[in-house]
């Protein structure tokens, strides 16, 4: 199995760009396909951004496209979301997730692996 580890959560002001990260451990990284979720407060977990094994595929929900960016780095095991022109609204707990299955995946349950999330938090 993997173990994923995020971290680059923080304080932005609306307008502000952030960049988080997860770190893999365990399997051979670029044997997954890996995803982007998020959380508020009570909602429901939404797909944020996903990245094929190679890192030559990506797709976006349509709140972040031309916002955000998925990349991976399979030397250093870590799959990046850079947050930028951020909103009120995109505040949440970010999750990276990890897939056996190849290709571009946008649901939760097609995930296998969870990292414990990383808070991103809005300010005015």
Do not use: H
């Amino acid at each position: 199995q993997v173990q994923l580890v995020e971290s680059g959560g923080g304080l932005v002001q609306a307008g502000g760009s952030l960049r988080v990260s997860c770190a893999a451990s365990g399997r051979t990284f670029s044997n997954y396909a890996m995803g982007w979720f998020r959380q508020a407060p009570e909602k429901e977990r939404e797909f944020v951004a996903a990245i094929n094994r190679s890192g030559g595929s990506t797709y976006y929900a349509t709140s972040v496209r031309g916002r955000f960016g998925i990349s991976r780095d399979n030397a250093k095991n870590t799959v990046y979301l850079q947050m930028n022109n951020l909103k009120p609204e995109d505040a949440a707990v970010y999750y990276c997730a990890a897939a056996t299955t190849s290709g571009i995946l946008t649901t939760t349950t097609r995930y296998n692996y969870w990292g414990q999330g990383t808070q991103v938090t809005g300010s005015s």
